[in-house]
């Protein structure tokens, strides 16, 4: 346990590191290898070139040049390519320039100004010293991952080889256009990715046959959980509070289930579907089934659905997509509710994630389905445009009362797979789902006629379990990794095979050989042969029709589909094409050094359920990154395990209530939320079975107040959820008072980790007194948002908290405590966990720390100059607001019937995306910069706000009318400012064209006008008819 209580030490990359410093020191990189690089820490110095006789043990070398001009022998043959002045967007004079509009001597000034003394640290974080570059960083990272095995991966249990087409893979997963784009809320400038969601819906209900589907979810486990929870809400919760799973559901989503069952007072009984009298069952709520099972198999399951419905229960079955294209459909046997994970359409295993989980439904169950829907409506021209719809039923509108917490959820991996279904269209699907079942109908055939028994020789998709007599199946499946075969030891008797679409025939042969060396089956007889037709039996075999839309049946070549996606693309406003200031969102850079190993085979192509032996190089990376976050937090302990920022909240007052529970203080539950967090605090709360007290704080904390509060609340007070800084944009001086007033009444301290970015390197989680927080990578690290996902969101604990972290049934990781599993797989989405992990690497402390002070300049420059147009609230005494701002718009509200709304629109006409809306503070935009833009990118930011408080001015004098002006028209289309008619009272070019820079650096046109979200609530259309 100690290892999970204190920073480990990383020696396997520690010498990775070193061996890449002296593969460079041999080389045109010369470094010096110092004693910390030997050490406990990875120190990584570039200076001079090493001797021969001592490498390692030599300080820089300074040479005279012609006499008298002195030459820096260590930086003149230092790499290159630092990537710090690539991230960080202000230049020296930019810095020295931005510091003199905000009234700030320098940037160290400027920090003393803004964060208090007594939480800030000058202790260098522990990470890598920068200097090797990016290329080093790479190399660093190839030499750790090239430890991995990539083998043949048979494992199955929901996770499966397949083909990322290059047409997808180059021009969406790796393409800037798609990958840094945010979740589309500013529906004009998103439909490209709202198109494709729909796409994905559609695909998704075509599958299952079910209604409506959402825009994804997690992973399959947390779905399943979701799935549940939703079933409580559907029924009386009270009444009817057991849920059964049958014990042939996938492992890793029973152990997902039973955690989130444990937590919000539903009993979770798993047991045999088959024999279980489901009618007997009165307080039963709903069952989930696997289709086809984790043994393989497909079981008719319309008499469970049958007994279920007769006592008012609900079937949730969790089911393969591509099973599912050639199989009958959930809804044919009685289904309420399908989910499952569509990985295996075009997206890698990545070690267990990301990917698309989905749920689909029927239409009447809408306001209780969790997650993003994509949903259509018309613009204010009466053109079709798509939206988010019914939003009111999110974490970020109802609190505590939503649906679910989810937020972020996996908006780049479902467009994949719907975009690997509009590129093979209906029949390629068909001949993948017919060839790999006539790949497990060979090997089953092959399998009988050496005598070896099978569970079935015909109910199956891709899965075949065979007897492993004489051989147990722990023995025999080591005997086939030995050659690189990964199978899967099923029970005690059994062991499954599973096939996808990357196997050959071959693969058939060299399999059946692994296993007639290993002895299977010598003594048995030869069984009647399989029919390898690549045909479900008649039982299972779909029948009804399905995909008829137009967009799977009509894209045929690669030139055509790459115009599709890029057609898509030049819809959507993203990074690429101008800054993203949407408050507590940390819209910065996402380099490509960080992005490319999540393509590297070692990476891309690792089962989650792999044997140790083959992931060697990815645990190291974790492990690695584990010891970085704690480094930036403060803290004890890491645990990667959460998929997202939501989840990580989850996790972390899981973390509270487990150890609450091992000191003989199970009874506390209640959690205190300031009224200015973040919507998923309190939804994560409830899902939590926390009891929630609110406390304003729209001034800041009142400490009277508060302290009352959890006096009040002594004996049953369990956390604290505070952001700091303050969703309210400033660093609040009495934080420390606050955490230890709640450690004195027996609570813990949860920090929301959502404003990392204004932290690093100057304060930390520990140093506030916060117990445990979550850490948004896909913010503060840098991975990129995807459009609205993936995510990932680790927590970082106390020593105290460390025993208790989330583990895992089937791999434990090592930080792995007593809490059971939150996402599916033990390290969550870890093929995206390279990212921050190259993140850190290629900063190093001080380039990290400077993300924060940047980030905080960048902030208080845009500050300084929208003051004197705009009224901004909520700053410190010193009026120095964290790395975001928040703009009240309620003057202009009362003088010219203007709201926030109308500014965000308007932005779109001047390229920029809007800032944060309504949010913590009512008839409010928050502005978040990061410390990726430059000068000149804020500059334009700025003359767009203020040319825009010019227009209202306008409006304010009566130039122009209150409902017909440039703000509430806003955005204006190609379409609109290019037609014969004109009836505005401005003029085109100041509809289209209102700043110089649009006519030099390229217009962006917003492919709709505003969007009627009211009419998209009311008559819901959810997805492709035609």
């Given at each position: 346990m100690l290892s999970r209580m204190a920073p480990r030490d990383v020696p396997a990359v520690r010498v990775a590191a070193v061996g890449v410093l002296r593969s460079m020191a041999a080389s045109h990189h010369r470094v010096q290898l110092t004693p910390q690089m030997m050490g406990h820490a990875i120190r990584l110095k570039a200076t001079a070139a090493p001797s021969a006789a001592s490498i390692g043990h030599r300080s820089e070398t300074i040479k005279e040049v012609h006499g008298s001009e002195k030459v820096?022998?260590?930086?003149l043959l230092a790499p290159s390519d630092p990537f710090i002045n690539r991230h960080l967007g202000p230049s020296p004079a930019d810095v020295d320039a931005m510091c003199k509009v905000i009234g700030a001597k320098d940037l160290d000034e400027l920090i003393s100004l803004t964060i208090p003394d007594r939480v800030r640290t000058n202790i260098p974080l522990d990470l890598p010293d920068a200097r090797m570059g990016e290329a080093g960083?790479?190399?660093?990272?190839?030499?750790?991952?090239?430890?991995?095995?990539?083998?043949?991966?048979?494992?199955g249990m929901g996770y499966h080889g397949t083909h990322v087409p290059g047409v997808i893979g180059r021009n969406l997963l790796e393409n800037p256009g798609w990958y840094t784009a945010y979740t589309p809320y500013q529906a004009e400038i998103s439909q490209g990715r709202l198109e494709s969601l729909v796409n994905y819906q559609t695909l998704v209900c075509e599958l299952t046959g079910m209604e409506i589907a959402n825009a994804s979810l997690l992973d399959e486990g947390t779905a399943a959980a979701e799935a549940m929870a939703m079933?409580?809400?559907?029924?009386?919760s009270k009444a009817k509070n057991q849920?059964?799973?049958?014990?042939?559901?996938?492992?890793?989503?029973?152990?997902?289930?039973?955690?989130?069952?444990?937590?919000?007072?539903?009993?979770?009984?798993?047991?045999?579907?088959?024999?279980?009298?489901?009618?007997?069952?009165?307080?039963?709520?709903?069952?989930?089934?696997?289709?086809?099972?984790?043994?393989?198999?497909?079981?008719?399951?319309s008499g469970v659905a049958s007994a279920l419905h007769k006592n008012g229960a609900h079937l949730v079955v969790a089911a393969d997509p591509l099973a599912l294209v050639a199989a009958k459909p959930p809804k044919e046997f009685g289904a309420d509710i399908v989910v499952g994970s569509m990985q295996r359409f075009g997206v890698p295993m990545w070690f267990g994630g990301p990917s698309a989980a989905y749920m689909a439904t029927k239409k009447k169950q809408v306001r209780r389905m969790p997650g993003r829907i994509i949903g259509e409506s018309i613009d204010r021209h009466g053109n079709p445009a798509y939206r988010l719809t019914l939003q009111t039923r999110e974490q970020h509108i109802r609190l505590e009362k939503a649906t679910s917490n989810v937020c972020t959820a996996q908006v780049l991996l479902a467009n994949m797979a719907g975009m690997y279904a509009v590129f093979h269209r209906k029949d390629g699907l068909q001949r993948i789902a017919r060839r790999v079942h006539g790949l497990a109908q060979l090997f089953a055939n092959e399998l009988g006629m050496l005598g070896i028994p099978l569970l079935s020789a015909t109910d199956f998709f891709d899965t075949v379990a065979l007897a492993s007599a004489p051989a147990k199946p722990a023995a025999l499946v080591e005997a086939l990794q030995a050659k690189q075969l990964n199978c899967r030891a099923l029970n005690d008797t059994h062991v499954t095979v599973s096939f996808d679409e990357t196997h050959l025939e071959a693969d058939v042969k060299q399999l059946v050989a692994a296993l007639q060396t290993a002895g299977v089956g010598k003594s048995g007889a030869g069984s009647k042969a399989v029919d390898v037709d690549g045909e479900l039996p008649a039982a299972f075999a779909r029948t009804s029709p399905f995909l008829e839309q137009k967009i799977f049946n009509s894209i045929r070549s690669e030139t055509e589909m790459m115009r599709y996606i890029h057609t898509l693309q030049l819809k959507d406003l993203a990074l690429d094409k101008s800054m993203i200031s949407l408050g507590s969102c940390t819209m910065k850079l996402n380099s490509v050094s960080s992005l490319a190993p999540c393509s590297w085979p070692e990476i891309a192509n690792?089962?989650?359920?792999?044997?140790?032996?083959?992931?060697?190089?990815?645990?190291?990376?974790?492990?690695?990154?584990?010891?970085?976050?704690?480094?930036?937090?403060?803290?004890?302990?890491?645990?990667?395990?959460?998929?997202?920022?939501?989840?990580?909240?989850?996790?972390?007052?899981?973390?509270?209530?487990?150890?609450?529970?091992?000191?003989?203080?199970?009874?506390?539950?209640?959690?205190i939320i300031p009224r200015s967090a973040h919507g998923t605090n309190p939804a994560s709360a409830a899902m939590c079975g926390m009891k929630i007290k609110w406390i304003d704080d729209a001034k800041g904390m009142d400490l009277k107040e508060f302290k009352a509060m959890c006096e009040d609340h002594k004996d049953t007070l369990a956390a604290l959820m505070v952001t700091y800084p303050s969703t309210r944009a400033f660093f609040e001086d009495n934080i420390q008072e606050i955490c230890q007033i709640v450690h004195d009444n027996g609570g813990q301290v949860y920090m929301d980790g959502a404003n990392m970015n204004a932290q690093l390197g100057l304060t930390s989680p520990e140093i506030i007194g916060s117990d445990v927080c979550h850490l948004n990578l896909h913010k503060t690290f840098s991975i990129p948002h995807g459009g609205g996902g993936p995510g990932l969101g680790p927590i970082c604990v106390r020593a105290h908290l460390a025993p208790h972290l989330p583990n895992h049934g089937i791999v434990s990781p090592s930080s792995g405590g007593t809490l059971g599993a939150v996402s599916a797989a033990p390290w969550g989405q870890a093929g995206i966990a390279c990212i921050p992990w190259m993140f850190c690497t290629m900063l190093g402390p001080k380039g990290i720390t400077d993300s924060a002070r940047y980030a905080i300049l960048n902030a208080n420059y845009l500050k300084a100059r929208l003051e004197p147009h705009y009224q901004i609230i909520a700053t410190n005494a010193n009026n120095k607001c964290s790395h975001e701002f928040i703009i009240d718009c309620s003057d202009l509200r009362r003088k010219a019937g203007i709201v926030e709304e109308d500014i965000a629109k308007r932005l779109q006409d001047y390229g920029f995306h809007a800032p944060s809306m309504s949010w913590p503070v009512p008839h409010s935009l928050m502005v978040e910069p990061t410390e990726s833009e430059d000068k000149a990118e804020l500059d334009r930011f700025c003359d767009a706000m203020i040319s825009i408080r010019e227009e209202i001015k306008k409006i304010e004098q009566g130039v122009w009318p209150p409902e017909d002006n440039p703000l509430k028209m806003a955005p204006h289309t190609q379409s609109e400012v290019c037609a014969t008619e004109w009836t505005h009272p401005y003029s085109r070019e100041e509809a289209a064209?209102?700043?110089?820079?649009?006519?030099?650096?390229?217009?962006?046109?917003?492919?709709?006008?505003?969007?009627?979200?009211?009419?998209?609530?009311?008559?819901?259309?959810?997805?492709h008819e035609h």
């Amino acid at each position: 346990m100690l290892s999970r209580m204190a920073p480990r030490d990383v020696p396997a990359v520690r010498v990775a590191a070193v061996g890449v410093l002296r593969s460079m020191a041999a080389s045109h990189h010369r470094v010096q290898l110092t004693p910390q690089m030997m050490g406990h820490a990875i120190r990584l110095k570039a200076t001079a070139a090493p001797s021969a006789a001592s490498i390692g043990h030599r300080s820089e070398t300074i040479k005279e040049v012609h006499g008298s001009e002195k030459v820096n022998m260590g930086e003149l043959l230092a790499p290159s390519d630092p990537f710090i002045n690539r991230h960080l967007g202000p230049s020296p004079a930019d810095v020295d320039a931005m510091c003199k509009v905000i009234g700030a001597k320098d940037l160290d000034e400027l920090i003393s100004l803004t964060i208090p003394d007594r939480v800030r640290t000058n202790i260098p974080l522990d990470l890598p010293d920068a200097r090797m570059g990016e290329a080093g960083a790479l190399t660093l990272l190839k030499s750790i991952v090239s430890k991995n095995v990539v083998a043949k991966n048979f494992i199955g249990m929901g996770y499966h080889g397949t083909h990322v087409p290059g047409v997808i893979g180059r021009n969406l997963l790796e393409n800037p256009g798609w990958y840094t784009a945010y979740t589309p809320y500013q529906a004009e400038i998103s439909q490209g990715r709202l198109e494709s969601l729909v796409n994905y819906q559609t695909l998704v209900c075509e599958l299952t046959g079910m209604e409506i589907a959402n825009a994804s979810l997690l992973d399959e486990g947390t779905a399943a959980a979701e799935a549940m929870a939703m079933v409580a809400r559907t029924v009386n919760s009270k009444a009817k509070n057991q849920f059964f799973a049958s014990a042939d559901v996938h492992p890793q989503s029973l152990d997902v289930m039973r955690t989130r069952a444990h937590n919000f007072g539903m009993e979770l009984v798993v047991g045999d579907h088959r024999t279980t009298d489901f009618s007997s069952m009165t307080k039963l709520c709903g069952a989930l089934v696997q289709y086809p099972d984790t043994n393989g198999l497909f079981h008719d399951f319309s008499g469970v659905a049958s007994a279920l419905h007769k006592n008012g229960a609900h079937l949730v079955v969790a089911a393969d997509p591509l099973a599912l294209v050639a199989a009958k459909p959930p809804k044919e046997f009685g289904a309420d509710i399908v989910v499952g994970s569509m990985q295996r359409f075009g997206v890698p295993m990545w070690f267990g994630g990301p990917s698309a989980a989905y749920m689909a439904t029927k239409k009447k169950q809408v306001r209780r389905m969790p997650g993003r829907i994509i949903g259509e409506s018309i613009d204010r021209h009466g053109n079709p445009a798509y939206r988010l719809t019914l939003q009111t039923r999110e974490q970020h509108i109802r609190l505590e009362k939503a649906t679910s917490n989810v937020c972020t959820a996996q908006v780049l991996l479902a467009n994949m797979a719907g975009m690997y279904a509009v590129f093979h269209r209906k029949d390629g699907l068909q001949r993948i789902a017919r060839r790999v079942h006539g790949l497990a109908q060979l090997f089953a055939n092959e399998l009988g006629m050496l005598g070896i028994p099978l569970l079935s020789a015909t109910d199956f998709f891709d899965t075949v379990a065979l007897a492993s007599a004489p051989a147990k199946p722990a023995a025999l499946v080591e005997a086939l990794q030995a050659k690189q075969l990964n199978c899967r030891a099923l029970n005690d008797t059994h062991v499954t095979v599973s096939f996808d679409e990357t196997h050959l025939e071959a693969d058939v042969k060299q399999l059946v050989a692994a296993l007639q060396t290993a002895g299977v089956g010598k003594s048995g007889a030869g069984s009647k042969a399989v029919d390898v037709d690549g045909e479900l039996p008649a039982a299972f075999a779909r029948t009804s029709p399905f995909l008829e839309q137009k967009i799977f049946n009509s894209i045929r070549s690669e030139t055509e589909m790459m115009r599709y996606i890029h057609t898509l693309q030049l819809k959507d406003l993203a990074l690429d094409k101008s800054m993203i200031s949407l408050g507590s969102c940390t819209m910065k850079l996402n380099s490509v050094s960080s992005l490319a190993p999540c393509s590297w085979p070692e990476i891309a192509n690792i089962h989650p359920f792999a044997p140790a032996s083959n992931t060697k190089g990815y645990v190291e990376m974790l492990e690695s990154l584990e010891q970085y976050l704690v480094s930036c937090t403060g803290f004890a302990a890491c645990s990667l395990q959460p998929t997202s920022g939501a989840s990580g909240e989850y996790a972390g007052l899981l973390v509270i209530r487990e150890y609450l529970k091992s000191i003989g203080q199970g009874q506390r539950n209640v959690c205190i939320i300031p009224r200015s967090a973040h919507g998923t605090n309190p939804a994560s709360a409830a899902m939590c079975g926390m009891k929630i007290k609110w406390i304003d704080d729209a001034k800041g904390m009142d400490l009277k107040e508060f302290k009352a509060m959890c006096e009040d609340h002594k004996d049953t007070l369990a956390a604290l959820m505070v952001t700091y800084p303050s969703t309210r944009a400033f660093f609040e001086d009495n934080i420390q008072e606050i955490c230890q007033i709640v450690h004195d009444n027996g609570g813990q301290v949860y920090m929301d980790g959502a404003n990392m970015n204004a932290q690093l390197g100057l304060t930390s989680p520990e140093i506030i007194g916060s117990d445990v927080c979550h850490l948004n990578l896909h913010k503060t690290f840098s991975i990129p948002h995807g459009g609205g996902g993936p995510g990932l969101g680790p927590i970082c604990v106390r020593a105290h908290l460390a025993p208790h972290l989330p583990n895992h049934g089937i791999v434990s990781p090592s930080s792995g405590g007593t809490l059971g599993a939150v996402s599916a797989a033990p390290w969550g989405q870890a093929g995206i966990a390279c990212i921050p992990w190259m993140f850190c690497t290629m900063l190093g402390p001080k380039g990290i720390t400077d993300s924060a002070r940047y980030a905080i300049l960048n902030a208080n420059y845009l500050k300084a100059r929208l003051e004197p147009h705009y009224q901004i609230i909520a700053t410190n005494a010193n009026n120095k607001c964290s790395h975001e701002f928040i703009i009240d718009c309620s003057d202009l509200r009362r003088k010219a019937g203007i709201v926030e709304e109308d500014i965000a629109k308007r932005l779109q006409d001047y390229g920029f995306h809007a800032p944060s809306m309504s949010w913590p503070v009512p008839h409010s935009l928050m502005v978040e910069p990061t410390e990726s833009e430059d000068k000149a990118e804020l500059d334009r930011f700025c003359d767009a706000m203020i040319s825009i408080r010019e227009e209202i001015k306008k409006i304010e004098q009566g130039v122009w009318p209150p409902e017909d002006n440039p703000l509430k028209m806003a955005p204006h289309t190609q379409s609109e400012v290019c037609a014969t008619e004109w009836t505005h009272p401005y003029s085109r070019e100041e509809a289209a064209f209102p700043a110089p820079w649009l006519l030099k650096r390229g217009k962006f046109w917003p492919s709709t006008g505003r969007v009627d979200n009211a009419l998209g609530d009311k008559k819901l259309k959810l997805r492709h008819e035609h």
